[in-house]
């Protein structure tokens, strides 16, 4: 499963989200630039954490639909990795 998870992100070069945690900035404390950035971050781990969730069995579906992808990803290999 992850590794058409991963096969699909590098397509769409999304692959970034499920190794780095997104940090969240506030708009006042960062340039435009900085900020831009990070609503990119912001918007890829949200599209990436929909089809994540989307493509899990019901019982995952429930657990994982609040985490963002990087948390998602970490706590799956924890779990099942072998």
Same mark, same amino acid.
């Given at each position: 499963?992850?590794?058409?998870?991963?096969? %699909?992100?590098?397509?769409e070069n999304k692959e970034y989200?499920?190794?780095?945690e997104l940090i969240k900035v #506030?708009? %006042?404390?960062?340039?435009?630039?900085?900020?831009?950035?990070?609503?990119?971050?912001? &918007? &890829? %781990?949200?599209?990436? %954490?929909?089809? !994540?969730? &989307?493509? !899990?069995?019901? #019982?995952?579906?429930?657990?994982?639909? &609040?985490?963002?992808?990087? #948390?998602?990803?970490? #706590?799956?290999?924890?779990?099942?990795?072998?």
């Amino acid at each position: 499963w992850i590794q058409n998870i991963c096969i %699909a992100l590098r397509y769409e070069n999304k692959e970034y989200v499920l190794k780095k945690e997104l940090i969240k900035v #506030e708009e %006042a404390n960062v340039t435009p630039k900085e900020y831009t950035s990070y609503r990119k971050k912001y &918007d &890829d %781990a949200t599209k990436v %954490a929909c089809i !994540m969730v &989307d493509t !899990m069995s019901h #019982e995952l579906h429930r657990f994982y639909v &609040d985490y963002w992808p990087y #948390e998602m990803n970490k #706590e799956l290999v924890e779990k099942f990795h072998k």
